[in-house]
């Protein structure tokens, strides 16, 4: 551990040696002035007890002192090796301001740790950049933060990521974020979690990329909720392929 004297306003990182042989890791701190001015407050002494940020918790005492710019300062590689004790000291601010790269450093288990409230934090561009693996790390409590938005700016590489379970817990809303794109890479299995509660939330266009494959997944309670003007984009080709199972979900109204 190290003690360092620095100025308001300016970082430091400090590196400690972990005891009974946990890893070393990396602390990147910025102070802030507290003068009741804007002149430079008195010089502030940064001690060995930042070291106990491997302790429960405490990241959460320290960030407060990491500013939303400092912290994209971060190297990846650390990102990823904060522990999930560690990681609820990572603010929703922090969150929104991590890059890209940061983000798609995270571990499938820091990600199945996040609340909803930090996977909202996230912007597209970094959803962009998430992995199927990661993706298939959210769980059905925090991919409630996932926004229609954030759904239209996972890749058509990572969309199989998401989970039948995950799948059955959008919400109507969120499934309008889906592309037309991911809707035709999507499993059977996939569309077979779509639920009745969030059938409704698809459009004619979505319902227009569909494809001969994945319809399978389309039950007769789930063709019954689409909307009579969604219903319009169901092509001939697909339409061909209903089971004789599935073709009562054609209400009269349909």
């Given amino acids: 551990a190290m003690s360092a004297v620095v100025r308001p306003g300016s970082w430091v990182v400090v590196s400690c040696a972990s005891t009974a042989g946990a890893r070393p890791w990396i602390a990147v701190v910025v102070i802030r002035a507290r003068s009741a ?29 990491i500013t939303t710019t400092a912290i994209q300062g971060l190297a990846p590689a650390v990102l990823a090796q904060l522990t999930t004790t560690q990681l609820p000291g990572l603010t929703t601010a922090l969150i929104a301001n ?20 930090s996977i909202q934090a996230l912007t597209p561009a970094n959803i962009a950049g998430l992995t199927s693996q990661q993706l298939a790390a959210l769980t059905t409590t925090n991919i409630a933060g996932l926004q229609s938005v954030d759904l239209a700016a996972i890749t058509t590489d990572a969309i199989r990521g998401l989970q039948t379970d995950d799948v059955q817990a959008l919400s109507s809303r ?48 789930d063709l019954a909720r689409i909307t009579t003007t969604a219903i319009q984009g169901l092509t001939p080709a697909v339409l061909a392929q209903l089971t004789t199972t599935q073709l009562p979900g054609l209400t009269t109204a349909l």
């Fill in 37 to 65: 001015d804007s002149r430079p407050a008195m010089l502030l002494v940064v001690s060995a007890a930042i070291c106990a940020l491997e302790r429960p918790g405490m990241l959460a005492v320290v960030s407060a002192w």
């Fill in 98 to 117: 991590l890059l890209d790269t940061q983000v798609g450093a995270l571990t499938t288990e820091q990600i199945d740790q996040l609340s909803s409230a």
């Fill in 174 to 221: 969120q499934l309008q974020g889906l592309t037309t794109d991911q809707i035709a890479l999507l499993a059977s299995a996939q569309i077979q979690a779509l639920t009745t509660a969030n059938i409704p939330g698809l459009s004619s266009a979505q319902i227009a990329a569909l494809t001969a494959t994945n319809i399978a997944g389309l039950e007769s309670a």
